[in-house]
Each structure stands twice: as structure tokens, then as C-alpha cells.
Antibody
Framework: EVQLVESGGGLVQPGGSLRLSCAAS????????MNWVRQAPGKGLEWVSY????????YYADSVKGRFTISRDNAKNSLYLQMNSLRAEDTAVYYC??????????WGQGTLVTVSS | EIVLTQSPDFQSVTPKEKVTITCRAS??????LHWYQQKPDQSPKLLIK???QSISGVPSRFSGSGSGTDFTLTINSLEAEDAAAYYC?????????FGQGTKVEIK
């Protein structure tokens, strides 16, 4: 079964850091581009970051550029999001999603990040 | 940044009715427009890719059309299980963007 499972969310103070992980199974992880998408409570979807299958190409939304770092370990079938200098507006459920061509076909269940003092 | 504007924001519909949701892009995106369904407390699910291409396992009552700047998601003969939020998403140019969402409620 194709599956993505996020972990690492939790409560963090403003200015703090958190590292999210996304474990992939049921497919050849190294062949796929991956993304992080977030959803603030009661709000819509917001694309956060993209990484190519090899990890050589990376993009970020302006809202997180310079604070978040996406990476992957194809040997461990895992995707990561290192989040630094967290702000209240980063509070959201964070989803990892597998990209086909342009569409996001496979999504994880999400992990909640709450930034609050 | 390409802005996607969906209409309506909310729709209350009777079962078996036809639902039409539109998504307008602030500039031409060709057919690089995808539709997702998100039920409460669930992850988004891909319904339609590249404006009109069907997805395996998605009921045939869901269809999409459009190109350029104007796109439509149609749900023929709405069923109770279709109560959800629906989002459009463009992959024409970075940053990728989503519409604000349309919530469909069953009367």
C-alpha cells in the first residue's frame, strides 16, 4: 500500500524550531518529487516547499524562505522539513504530498504544529 | 504569484442535484489546474488532474473542464458522501497556489 506518514509535530514557542519527518512506503520514493503543504486551523491549503527526486532542486514559498529547509534521504525513504524561527502564523497541519507531474496524488495524514507561548 | 479565485465559497445542495464550482486564475495557466476534495479531519484527495483528466477510483459523477483562466468542477447527482471542501490548485508556475476553497453542504 502506498503510504506517507508524517511525524514530529507539536507545541513550540515562538522563535523555536521543529523538524518534521515524512516516512514513505509502498513505492519507489527516490523516483518522486515531493512537497510540503500546510493548512492553518479552519483555513485553506498553502503550498510550502518542493524538492526534486534527487534533492538537487528545491523551492520555497516566500512565507517560509530563509526559515524552513526541506531535505530528503532516499536511502531511508524519508522527507524532512526543518522549521526554524517559528511564528504564530506557522501554526497549521503540515502534509507531505507525492507529486506525479504537477498534481499531488498521494497525501499523508498530516501532523499538527502549534506555535504558541 | 497566480491567484486562484473559487466561487461560490459555500453551497448548500440537495442530494441528486448538480453542483458547479468555478475557479478563475489571475493569468493563463493552460490546463495546469487540479481539483481536490477534503472531508472534515481528512487529508485532501485528488479528484481531477489537468483540468479534465479523471483519476482512477474517483466516481464518474466528478468531472472537470476549462483552460486558460476559467475552470469548472461539476458534480453530477450529488450524494451525501460528497459533503466536503473542494480546492483548485495550479501547477503552471511557482509558487504553486490553491483556491480559497468551496464548502459543499448537504441539505
Amino acid at each position: 500500500e502506498v503510504q506517507l506518514v508524517e511525524s514530529g509535530g507539536g507545541l513550540v514557542q515562538p522563535g523555536g524550531s521543529l523538524r518534521l519527518s515524512c516516512a514513505a512506503s509502498g513505492f519507489t520514493f527516490s523516483s518522486y518529487e515531493m512537497n510540503w503543504v500546510r493548512q492553518a486551523p479552519g483555513k485553506g491549503l498553502e503550498w510550502v516547499s518542493y524538492i526534486s527526486s534527487s534533492g538537487s532542486t528545491i523551492y520555497y514559498a516566500d512565507s517560509v524562505k530563509g526559515r524552513f529547509t526541506i531535505s530528503r534521504d532516499n536511502a531511508k525513504n524519508s522527507l524532512y522539513l526543518q522549521m526554524n524561527s517559528l511564528r504564530a502564523e506557522d501554526t497549521a497541519v503540515y502534509y507531505c504530498a507525492r507529486q506525479e507531474f504537477g498534481e499531488l496524488l498521494v497525501w499523508g495524514q498530516g501532523t499538527l504544529v502549534t506555535v504558541s507561548s | 504569484e497566480i491567484v486562484l479565485t473559487q466561487s461560490p465559497d459555500f453551497q448548500s445542495v440537495t442530494p441528486k442535484e448538480k453542483v458547479t464550482i468555478t475557479c478563475r486564475a489571475s493569468q493563463s495557466i493552460g490546463s495546469s489546474l487540479h481539483w481536490y476534495q477534503q472531508k472534515p479531519d481528512q487529508s485532501p484527495k485528488l479528484l481531477i488532474k489537468y483540468a479534465s483528466q479523471s483519476i482512477s477510483g474517483v466516481p464518474s459523477r466528478f468531472s472537470g473542464s476549462g483552460s486558460g483562466t476559467d475552470f469548472t468542477l461539476t458534480i453530477n447527482s450529488l450524494e451525501a458522501e460528497d459533503a466536503a471542501a473542494y480546492y483548485c490548485h495550479q501547477s503552471s508556475s511557482l509558487p504553486w497556489t490553491f483556491g480559497q476553497g468551496t464548502k459543499v453542504e448537504i441539505k
